[in-house]
């Protein structure tokens, strides 16, 4: 399975993501975010994290465990 693949996910599934801090960008974290019904784009999906919507995309590196996340935030930046 593509883990970048939006099609593969529902809305309910919980994810990881790395995610830059928009004021220090070098820094990074794992942070856990909820796939969503996207409220702005009826029909389509979207992660949900910081209270905040995110498109649901090949662009954003996607997890489905802390434990897979944990080693490729360890690959790129450890």
């Keep these: 399975m593509n883990l970048n693949d939006p099609t593969q996910y529902q809305a309910g599934d919980i ?14 974290n794992i942070q856990q975010a909820a796939v969503v019904n996207d409220p702005d784009h009826p029909g389509e999906l979207a992660l949900f994290l910081y ?6 995309n090949s662009d954003i590196a996607i997890y489905q465990s802390e434990t897979e996340a944990q080693q490729a935030f360890d690959m790129y930046f450890g």
């Design 15 to 28: 994810v990881y993501v790395m995610y830059r801090n928009p004021h220090t960008y070098d820094v990074a």
């Design 51 to 56: 209270e905040t919507y995110y498109p649901l």
